[in-house]
Nanobody
């Protein structure tokens, strides 16, 4: 089992930045992919970015060149640096870990981009 706790959400103006963090804890090895999804009101949850244990990354076209995912294996954390934020980035952001074909989720953190 693994537990995930996100932090770092909040209210920011368009063009601003935020950094989300996700701390993983549990009794299993941390060699699994981790990443972020988000869900805006009235919309389905959508993929944002992922990072493997080895540091390979993928991100959605909608956040490319604005968001950067990174991982600290020693601290069991994954971070999402979000720059040039837009109102359409407003959503609840969920950290996930993919372990043996099962998704584990954090509780989510709200990101609101508004003037």
């Amino acid at each position: 089992q693994v537990q995930l706790v996100e932090s770092g959400g909040g209210l920011v103006q368009p063009g601003g930045y935020l950094r989300l963090s996700c701390a993983a804890s549990g009794s299993i090895s941390n060699t699994y992919p981790m990443g972020w999804f988000r869900q805006a009101p009235g919309k389905q949850r959508e993929f944002v970015a992922r990072v493997t244990y080895g540091g390979s990354t993928n991100d959605a076209d909608s956040v490319k060149d604005r968001f950067t995912i990174s991982r600290d294996n020693a601290k069991n954390t994954v971070n999402l640096q979000m720059n040039s934020l837009k109102p359409e980035d407003t959503a609840v952001y969920y950290c996930y870990a993919l372990i043996k074909f099962s998704y584990y989720w954090g509780q989510g953190t709200q990101v609101t981009v508004s003037s």
